[in-house]
């Protein structure tokens, strides 16, 4: 109420209103935190890379080399520029 949190105690809350005058504004937030499951993201490759000879990679150890085909599940994009994945590689015949 007008800023002041109130959700802890309804005591609070009443005395918020009855001091208020004029303009009263009230922030309403759900009482409940509905978890969502992370999605699981896959990709299938559709061509081949090679991280050493990628030229606008900072750091050729940590890119990840795949083939046409392989399926990477994607397990963390808190970094934009750069995903962690988990490769399954295509079977070859």
């Known amino acids: 109420v007008n800023g002041r949190d109130v959700s802890q105690d309804p ?3 009443l ?3 009855q001091a208020a005058s004029g303009i009263v504004v009230l922030k309403i937030l759900p009482s409940y935190h509905e978890t969502i499951p992370p999605r699981q ?3 299938k490759c559709l061509y081949d890379y090679d991280p050493a000879s990628d030229t606008l990679i900072p750091c050729k ?3 990840l080399r795949f083939e ?3 399926i990477l ?3 963390n994009q808190d970094d934009i520029n750069w995903w962690q994945v988990c490769m399954y590689k295509a079977k070859r015949n």
């Open 11 to 13: 005591r609070v809350l």
């Open 15 to 17: 005395e918020e209103l």
């Open 41 to 43: 993201v896959f990709f």
């Open 61 to 63: 150890e940590a890119g």
């Open 68 to 70: 046409t085909g392989d």
């Open 73 to 75: 599940q994607i397990v």
